[in-house]
């Protein structure tokens, strides 16, 4: 289905750079692996925090889906499977709201 006739703003800017080739935020990360502290699974956002699901890993490992807000300079631990995650600011960054 064509979603551009809908898509605005920054939706529509990563759907044009897909068509162009250009990597644009990846908006599903599915992590394979639970990653440790020391190296954390990157997550990357044009804003200062982001809402994060995390699924688990796979088999025994996999859970359902817990939502958290991600927030740049602070790692987030995972609380059913102590996954955690930094966020990287790839954009102006400031509040996802706009105000501020």
């Known amino acids: 289905e064509d979603v551009m006739p809908n898509a605005t703003g920054l939706e529509r800017e990563e ?3 897909e068509l162009e080739g250009k ?3 990846t908006w599903m990360l599915l992590v394979v692996h639970l990653e440790q502290k020391e ?3 990157v997550i990357q956002s044009f804003y200062d925090k982001r809402i994060v ?3 688990g890993g796979e088999g025994e490992d996999e859970h359902d889906v ?3 807000w991600l927030e740049k300079g602070k790692a987030h631990e995972c609380p059913v ?3 955690y995650f ?3 600011v790839v954009g102006a ?3 996802p709201d706009g105000h501020g």
């Open 15 to 17: 759907i044009e750079a």
């Open 23 to 25: 990597k644009g935020l």
């Open 39 to 41: 190296a954390p699974a």
């Open 53 to 55: 699901g995390c699924p």
């Open 66 to 68: 817990v939502w958290f």
């Open 81 to 83: 499977c102590s996954q």
């Open 86 to 88: 930094m966020l990287e």
């Open 93 to 95: 960054g400031g509040p």
